[in-house]
Nanobody
Framework: QVQLVDSGGGLVQAGGSLRLSCVAS????????MGWYRQASGKQRELVAT???????NYADSVKGRFIISRDNAKNAVYLQMNSLKPEDTSVYYC???????????????WGQGTQVTVSS
């Protein structure tokens, strides 16, 4: 069974940095796009950053210049380096990936379980 596990969240002071990791595992044939979303308390889940299999990235305006998304295709992993963190970045962060499971004819959009990031003011 295909799974995504994200990790690396924690408590950090404003202006600090944190690095999130996400690894896909299971019977994977291919991984296409990967990304990170976040959902703050009482708000809708929003896009943070995405990265294609070829390495093209895009970011939400609120994190441009502060966050960097990267991936390691050999490990089926995606990372989010978060710098200059602000209290408004406090959210549960979820990784996602478009994955074709081995033996399947259908691509699926998979999600990690979420990791809490709290930025103190």
């Amino acid at each position: 069974q295909v799974q995504l596990v994200d990790s690396g969240g924690g408590l950090v002071q404003a202006g600090g940095s944190l690095r999130l990791s996400c690894v896909a595992s299971g019977s994977i044939f291919s991984v296409n796009g990967m990304g990170w979303y976040r959902q703050a308390s009482g708000k809708q889940r929003e896009l943070v950053a995405t990265i294609t299999s070829g390495g093209r990235t895009n970011y939400a305006d609120s994190v441009k210049g502060r966050f960097i998304i990267s991936r390691d295709n050999a490990k089926n992993a995606v990372y989010l380096q978060m710098n200059s963190l602000k209290p408004e970045d406090t959210s549960v962060y979820y990784c996602n990936a478009d994955i074709l499971a081995s033996g399947s004819s259908y691509w699926g959009h998979y999600w990690g379980q979420g990791t809490q990031v709290t930025v103190s003011s």
